[in-house]
């Protein structure tokens, strides 16, 4: 099984910092990656699908880059409402899923 | 838009069967790929399993020996069962559906699109 170290578990960024979480699995996933933003008691919501592409109507300060094993999540200006969890997700060919462990994101 | 909503009992009592439907509204259930997914209290996600509006399925190896996914394309729904739960097994559970695309690379990338809102079922005597 491809296992996800997703890391820091948490961050703690004041608003209009840059912040970058990262994401590393155990073998090569070529692009097979995505990144979720969960928000207190709401479904996660997808931000960016194949390694590096904006969902629809996702603000353009979220982006996402990366390939093989190691990928990166990146929020150019942080703003308040970007307050969440935020999760990768690995698949294969399948596809089965694996999420990272989360990275809990909070204001300074 | 798609919209996708989870019901089911919110008690279960230990070692009898979970069961849940999704209903898709705002569009079909056909073409796509569909998920489902839980999240126990205070802690991260975990993907259960998906079904093809066709009917094949693909689990977590962790849990695929108590789970099966069925649809009911007639009813525009599609179902979790979970045997044998335990304490363990107490979690919101999603729904998703799975939008398969092809890359600018020529490859298939999947991503889970719209989300139902979640249901907590919570396994206790």
């Known amino acids: 099984d491809i296992q996800m170290t997703q890391s820091p578990s948490s961050l703690s960024a004041s608003v209009g910092d840059r912040v970058t979480i990262t994401c590393q699995a155990s073998?090569?996933?070529?692009?097979?990656l995505n990144w979720y933003q969960q928000k207190p008691g709401k479904a996660p919501k997808l931000l960016i699908y194949d390694a590096s592409n904006l969902e629809t109507g996702v603000p353009s300060r979220f982006s996402g880059s990366g390939s093989g094993t190691d990928f990166t999540f990146t929020i150019s200006s942080l703003q308040p409402e970007d307050i969440a969890t935020y999760y990768c997700?690995?698949?294969?060919?399948?596809?089965?899923?694996?999420f990272g462990q989360g990275t809990k994101l909070e204001i300074k | 838009q798609v919209q996708l909503q989870e019901s089911g009992p919110g008690l279960v009592k230990p070692s009898e069967t979970l069961s849940l439907t999704c209903t898709v509204s705002g569009g079909s259930i056909s073409s796509y790929y569909w998920s489902w997914i839980r999240q126990p209290p205070g802690k991260g996600l975990e993907w259960i399993g998906y079904i093809y509006y066709s009917g094949s399925t693909n689990y977590n190896p962790s849990l695929k020996s108590r789970v099966t996914i069925s649809v009911d394309t007639s009813k525009n729904q599609f179902s979790l069962k979970l045997s044998s739960v335990t304490a363990a097994d107490t979690a919101v559970y999603y729904c998703?559906?799975?939008?398969?695309?092809?890359?600018?690379?020529?490859?298939?990338?999947?991503?889970?699109?719209?989300w139902g809102k979640g249901t907590t079922v919570t396994v206790s005597s």
């Open positions: 073998q090569d996933i070529s692009n097979y």
């Open positions: 998703a559906r799975v939008r398969r695309g092809i890359a600018v690379a020529g490859w298939y990338y999947y991503c889970m699109d719209v």
């Open positions: 997700q690995q698949y294969d060919n399948l596809p089965r899923y694996t």
